[in-house]
C-alpha cells in the first residue's frame, strides 16, 4: 500500500474539499483524485462519498481513517527512531526564512523542531522568496520557510533547470495568515500615510496592489520590515498592511484598529526542502508537520452602555480580531 496515498486520504479527511486537501499536500487537486481512487481500489471499497459540495466519509472511510492515521504514526516513529539511533538525533539544518517570517512564525517553528529534534542544530539564513527558493533548489540551504500571497505552484519556477527544486513530497503547507491594515485609532479615519516593507516582502506587495487603491491619495513611506510598519503605526505615523496575528495584542487592548476595508489576500506560509542536501533522519518530521487547527471565530459580543468603561473598551474593535495560533505553532 503506496504510503502517500494514505497521507492523501487523511488529508482529504481533514479537508472540507479536495482542492483544500491539494492545498495542504501541495500537489494538483489531480493528484489528489487518483490516489484517492488507487487507494478505494486496493482496498474495493469506497472511502468518499462522491457528488457532494464537500468532503464526506463513507462508513468504510471512517472505518479507515483510524487505521491509516495509526499506519502514518506508526511510520513516521519508526523512520525516525531508526535514523536518530544511527545518527544520535543530531545533525546540521541550514533553514532559510524570509524576514517577515523571522518577526512572527520563526521562533514558533524552531520550537517545533527542538521538541522533536533536541540534538538538531539549525542556522537561519535569511532572504527574499526567489532567493530562498533558488538557495533549496540548488542545494545551498537545506529548507526554507517561504511565503505568498496565494498557493505557490507544485515546482517553483524560479530555479534553473539543472538544479533540484521542491516537489510535492519535499513541502509542507503550514500556515495561512489573515492579512489586515491596521493604524492608531486617530489616523484610521483620513489616512495620510502608508507604511509598508520593503521590496520584495509579500506585504508589500499586497500593500501596494490591494491597500494602496482603496485607500486614495496618501503618500508611500518605506519603513523596512514587519516590526518596522508596526512599531511606525503605533507611532501614530500612518497605516500599514500586517499579519494580523503579529499585532494581535494591540488590536485587543485598542491601541490599533483595522480599517473596515474589503478583505486583504492572506498569506501562505510553505516549508521546502531539499532531500539530497536534508539529513535524512530530519526529512520524516518535515514530512508530518501540519497547520494548526484553526480556533473558532470570535463572536463580538452585545455592546454595552455607550458610558460604561466596557462600552469604551468595545468600541475600539470596528473589526474582529481572529486569535492567534499559539504554542508550538504547526502540529506533527
Known sequence: MDVRRLETFVAVARSTTLAEAADRLGCARSTVTGHLQGLERDLGASLVERGGSVNRLTGAGTRFLE????????L???QAAVAAAAEDGGGRLSL???ASLCTYRLPGFLRTLHRLMPHLDAQV???SVPELREQVGRGELSA????SATVPAARP????PDDRSAGEDDRRHLWTDRVALVGAPEQVARPRRLLVTAPGCVYRDIAERQALPRLGRVQVQQVGSVDGVTSSVLAGMGVGVVPA???????RSGRLVELPLPALSPVVTELIWNAEVTPPHVIPHLRRLRPPQP??????????SAGSKEGRRLRRFPVGVVASTDGDAVRT
Open 157 to 160: 519556477s524560479a530555479v534553473a
Open 144 to 147: 526554507a520557510l517561504v511565503n
Open 295 to 304: 480556533h473558532p471565530p470570535t463572536v463580538p459580543r452585545p455592546s454595552p
Open 67 to 74: 487505521y491509516a492515521t495509526d499506519i502514518l504514526d506508526k
Open 125 to 127: 539564513v535569511v532572504g
Open 76 to 78: 513516521a516513529q519508526a
Open 96 to 98: 532559510g526564512a524570509t
Open 245 to 251: 496575528v503579529a499585532v494581535g495584542p494591540h488590536l
